[in-house]
């Protein structure tokens, strides 16, 4: 699985920290990370909104499996993420939340809180965290005996999201140029986009923004 972890201005001081824990653990099941986002306060400038813009563009790209983004909260990311379509972003606060979430929603990104109770052995709940996230088979339900109407759910829900959004490239055209043009402005993202990218109309689209 090919992972990409994103930061925006407000946290970026915790990048560090959260590669850390995140490389640790997605090594041991032989994913990759991508650092994507900001790596610290001096690093290309970026808001949740962009992190949206970018989980997006990678996702429904294929260029990666699943992003772990985040802000002071989690929340802003989370609303900026889920606003696309081809994302499936949840929230989560603690390693439980990322365990049903793998089973039960089966999405394919996450929004962390990096501020909001981000203290004393936060490193650790992080790893937890992502230990949930990403061990073992994904979309097995809980309770078990449930997986089949919450497999059905979880689909009708990515149908309907579809049903409603514009095309997505179509839609991503339709918003300032300028936010898209940041988005794709920093070189760690380029790299694992354009590396991994299995999506031509989606690349080329991208390419026109910064060549």
Same mark, same amino acid.
């Given at each position: /699985?090919?992972?990409? $972890?994103? +930061?925006?201005?407000?946290?970026?001081?915790?990048? =560090?920290?959260?590669? &850390?824990?995140?490389? @640790?653990?997605?090594?041991?099941?032989?994913?990759?990370?991508?650092?994507?986002?900001?790596?610290?306060?001096?690093d290309?400038?970026?808001?949740?909104?962009?992190?949206?813009? /970018?989980?997006?563009? $990678?996702? +429904?790209?294929?260029?990666?499996?699943?992003?772990? =983004?985040?802000?002071? &909260?989690?929340?802003? @990311?989370?609303?900026?993420?889920?606003?696309?379509?081809?994302?499936?972003?949840?929230?989560?606060?603690?390693?439980?939340?990322?365990?049903?979430?793998?089973?039960?929603?089966?999405?394919?990104?996450?929004?962390?809180?990096?501020?909001k109770?981000?203290?004393?052995g936060?490193?650790?709940?992080?790893?937890?965290?992502?230990?949930?996230?990403?061990?073992?088979?994904?979309?097995?339900?809980?309770?078990?005996?449930?997986?089949?109407?919450?497999?059905?759910?979880?689909?009708?829900?990515?149908?309907?999201?579809?049903?409603?959004?514009?095309?997505?490239?179509?839609?991503?055209?339709?918003?300032?140029?300028e936010?898209?043009?940041?988005?794709?402005?920093?070189?760690?993202?380029?790299?694992?986009?354009?590396?991994?990218?299995?999506?031509?109309?989606?690349?080329?689209?991208?390419?026109?923004?910064?060549?």
């Open positions: /699985m090919k992972i990409a $972890l994103m +930061n925006e201005f407000s946290q970026a001081s915790k990048n =560090s920290a959260v590669l &850390t824990e995140l490389q @640790a653990v997605a090594s041991e099941q032989n994913h990759t990370v991508y650092n994507v986002g900001m790596n610290d306060d001096n290309h400038r970026l808001t949740y909104i962009h992190l949206g813009i /970018m989980a997006s563009l $990678l996702l +429904n790209a294929k260029a990666v499996d699943f992003v772990v =983004s985040g802000c002071g &909260t989690g929340q802003g @990311a989370l609303m900026s993420l889920n606003a696309y379509p081809g994302v499936t972003c949840g929230y989560c606060i603690e390693p439980a939340d990322a365990f049903l979430f793998a089973q039960i929603n089966n999405g394919n990104a996450l929004a962390l809180p990096f501020a109770g981000f203290g004393w936060a490193e650790l709940n992080i790893r937890y965290i992502f230990e949930k996230a990403f061990t073992g088979d994904k979309g097995q339900g809980y309770p078990p005996e449930r997986k089949a109407s919450q497999a059905e759910n979880a689909g009708i829900l990515n149908t309907i999201k579809t049903a409603v959004a514009k095309d997505y490239l179509s839609a991503l055209k339709s918003i300032d140029i936010l898209v043009k940041t988005a794709v402005g920093g070189e760690r993202f380029q790299a694992c986009f354009f590396e991994h990218c299995q999506n031509a109309e989606i690349e080329g689209f991208v390419r026109s923004l910064i060549d």
